[in-house]
């Protein structure tokens, strides 16, 4: 079975601070992806990468960066944490093609105060 | 761009009923998938559609992909307590990227 993980469940952070939130998965998939998921809005791309060290921006990558040095693990960045990027974060990753299948990590709950 | 539209956003019905949320795309699809919520879960894949105007069926749960490969339905037959959470359509079509609907809660009544 494919397994994503992801690094917290659950984080609170305070406005202003660095956030990491990794991501791991264990098939060797090409893609990767990152996701915010908030009521009524469905999930939101933020980012994705192909490849190791490629990364390309989704469509809401303002406020967030990305960094994939080795193709199990993708992380997501918030440089200054803004209470408007409270939310869920879901990480996938899916094989070959975008087309493909994609399994979601088990989410992380990011709360800014 | 692409739009992936999802209705209706919630519904709640008896158990026994049957239960059905649609999709609508902004543009023709290449393929579309549907992914399942539980509540507290992550999104689990359900199935792709492919062909125009084709039709899977998983026990319960009838997908439908429209003729013009730019709609797809989610029918499920006398749902049960287990069917609840959040269904979502996402569809691949411009770009490399699925667009993923707003998603359908439901939540079923014994």
């Known amino acids: 079975d494919v397994k994503v993980t992801q690094s917290s469940r659950y984080l609170v952070k305070r406005t202003g601070e660095k956030v990491f939130l990794e991501c791991v998965q264990d098939?060797?998939?090409?893609?990767m992806f990152w996701y915010r998921q908030d009521p009524g809005l469905g999930l939101r791309l933020i980012y994705f990468?192909?490849?190791?060290?490629?990364?390309e921006k989704g469509d809401i990558p303002e406020g967030y960066s990305v960094s994939r040095e080795k193709k199990e693990r993708f992380s997501l960045i918030l440089e200054s944490a803004s209470t408007n990027q409270t939310s869920m974060y879901l990480c996938?990753?899916?094989?070959?093609?975008?087309?493909?299948?994609?399994?979601f990590g088990p989410g992380t709950r990011l709360t800014v105060l | 761009g692409q739009q992936v539209m999802q209705i209706p956003q919630y519904q709640h019905v008896q158990e026994g009923e049957d239960f059905t949320t649609y999709c609508n795309s902004s543009t023709t699809l290449s393929n579309i998938q549907w992914y399942k919520q539980r509540p507290g879960g992550h999104p689990v894949f359900l199935i792709q559609?492919?062909?125009?105007?084709e039709v899977k069926k998983q026990k319960r749960l009838t997908f439908q992909f429209g003729e013009a490969k730019k709609n797809s339905s989610l029918h499920i037959t006398a749902t049960q307590t287990t069917d609840v959470g959040t269904y979502f359509c996402?569809?691949?079509?411009?770009?490399?990227?699925?667009?993923f609907g707003a998603g359908t809660i439901l939540r079923v009544k014994s």
């Open positions: 996402a569809g691949y079509g411009y770009g490399n990227k699925l667009v």
């Open positions: 098939m060797d998939h090409e893609n």
């Open positions: 990468s192909y490849d190791v060290k490629m990364k």
């Open positions: 996938a990753s899916s094989p070959g093609t975008f087309a493909d299948t994609q399994y």
């Open positions: 559609l492919v062909k125009s105007g």
